[in-house]
């Protein structure tokens, strides 16, 4: 138990399905970011908040929306996604962004399938 | 730009074998490294990490690992492998100020072979 909780576990959808992914820390940390992770690719960084700040967005198509309602909790909303998109998401916090490289703390990841 | 790249998308090794798992660092600074391991079914953990002070950097579960400068790497090694070690393995950078985000390579699976 990292103290990083992810739901749901498993998604499948449709494209043209709208849906939300939740992430949950009780850790106190102030920093938060989505990973992609897929098959035989590295681990995509797709969004950094900071303080409820967004500090980065690696490019990541509109369809992909996050939302940090307050450092303990993260959102990733999801509309008309490709098939391309399924994936493994995951979830993970730190102290703060500064301090991201003592440890980041990772989440059991949704694992999401897009037909 | 930071980037990792680690050779071998898959390792096996037999039990109580040695574990070497590859990694190499493109940093246009000096930087800080990670090895992450992950579980079936769960999410990273943090399993050991190179802050600039001690160039080998002993982790949890018996693993540890050496910053070579001259060959811009920083492979992981295990003396005896256990059946428990059988994960998911990522290499990870990220710049020596610490204020931005990992950058993770493609991860080695290994294997263990009873």
């Known amino acids: 138990e990292t103290g990083v909780t992810q739901t749901p576990r498993h998604l499948v959808m449709g494209m043209t399905n709208k849906k939300s992914l939740k992430c949950e820390q009780h850790l106190g940390h102030n920093a938060m970011y989505w990973y992609k992770q897929s098959a035989k690719k590295p681990l995509e960084l797709m969004f950094v908040y900071n303080f409820k700040e967004q500090t980065e967005n690696n490019s990541v198509p509109s369809r992909f929306s996050p939302e940090c309602p307050n450092s303990s909790h993260l959102f990733l909303h999801l509309h008309t996604l490709q098939p391309e998109d399924s994936a493994l998401y995951l979830c993970?916090?730190?102290?703060?962004?500064?301090?991201?490289?003592?440890?980041?703390?990772f989440g059991s990841g949704t694992q999401l399938s897009v037909l | 730009a930071q980037s990792v790249t680690q050779l071998g998308s898959h390792v096996s090794v037999s039990e109580g074998a040695l574990v070497l798992l590859r990694c190499n660092y493109s940093s246009s600074v000096p930087p800080y490294l990670f090895w992450y391991v992950q579980y079936p079914n769960q999410g990273l953990q943090l399993l050991l990490k190179?802050?600039?002070?001690?160039?080998l950097v002993k982790g949890i579960n018996g693993f540890e690992a050496e910053f070579k400068k001259s060959e811009t790497s920083f492979h992981l090694t295990k003396p005896s492998a256990h059946m428990s070690d059988a994960a998911e393995y990522f290499c990870a950078v990220s710049k020596n100020s610490g204020n931005t985000p990992l950058v993770f390579g493609k991860g080695t699976r290994l294997s263990v072979i009873a």
């Open positions: 993970a916090s730190s102290q703060d962004i500064d301090r991201a490289w003592e440890k980041l703390f």
């Open positions: 190179y802050t600039s002070a001690a160039t």
